[in-house]
């Protein structure tokens, strides 16, 4: 028997000018996403249903930030970028994040449900990551994928707990889905330049990622929650182009910084 050879694993050495431009791009993507849901997660600090929601999502929103420096980190160790200049001073039409985490935080149901269907988008791209030949990206999914785990069985049950609960409960379920779910395409369109990259085996093939999600959040949505899905439709635009909602949000998450630059060097 003839033993299989696997392909060396990769750090930020061995990437060429373009594989690191690619892989810059979708690091910053991932980053994005994290801080601005981390953002509308954070709105319900103090607003919660109940006591213990609201301590849970706000450190799920912390995890979120976590994640977040996790890929910017990244991001340094290939240009040398500064984490708190990409996050506050950055402009909307800067920033990269899909539009599903750019939405208004609604009510507990739409937060809930847009919560189920970004973890589990980021659990299985995660899960999948931990096999890239890129080796920090591989070791950063695994550390991040511990507590996605966590963030995704407790939206499932919310999920559940809403689409199963009473009337109004099952109907403002529904609704949020029908807000959310023709946005949930982005979360798995490629971008720019980044077929070689995961030809190369150093990201997942977002396709892929794209047919398990639909399994996993189809199958819960109806089967456990009750809650009739549409077929998923194609992102119709890239990451590029937001919604009006992100330049109000980014102004207030950033006010501190930009009127204070420098400060934390004080």
């Not at 899960?127 to 990206?137: E, K, T, V």
């Not at 929650?225 to 119709?236: I, K, N, T």
């Amino acid at each position: 028997m003839t033993a299989t050879i696997l392909p060396a694993p990769l750090n930020a050495a061995d990437l060429s000018a373009e594989q690191k431009r690619s892989m810059i791009a979708r690091l910053q993507a991932l980053a994005d996403d994290e801080i601005v849901l981390a953002q509308r997660d954070g709105e319900w600090t103090g607003h919660a249903p109940i006591l213990e929601e609201d301590i849970a999502l706000a450190n799920i929103a912390q995890d979120e930030l976590g994640h977040a420096s996790l890929y910017l980190e990244l991001r340094r160790e290939l240009d040398g970028s500064d984490a708190d200049q990409l996050a506050f001073f950055r402009d909307a039409d800067e920033y990269r994040c899909a539009r599903l985490v750019e939405l208004p935080r609604g009510d507990w149901a739409l937060t809930m449900l847009r919560q189920f269907l970004y973890d589990a988008a980021e659990a299985l791209w995660l899960s999948s990551a931990q096999a890239s030949r890129y080796a920090p990206l591989a070791g950063v999914a695994a550390k991040a994928l511990r507590e996605e785990k966590f963030h995704l069985q407790h939206s499932a049950l919310w999920a559940e707990r809403l689409g199963r609960g009473t009337p109004e409960s099952a109907r403002r379920a529904q609704a949020a889905l029908e807000t959310l779910w023709p946005h949930a395409a982005q979360l798995f369109a490629p971008l720019p330049g980044e077929a070689e990259l995961i030809t190369a085996g150093l990201l997942p093939d977002p396709e892929a990622v794209r047919e398990r999600w639909v399994t996993l959040v189809g199958g819960h949505l109806t089967g456990r929650c009750d809650l009739d899905v549409p077929p998923l439709p194609a992102a119709s635009e890239g990451r590029e182009v937001h919604t009006a909602h992100l330049a109000p949000l980014l102004a207030e998450m950033q006010a501190v910084a930009r009127a204070h630059p420098g400060a934390g060097t004080w």
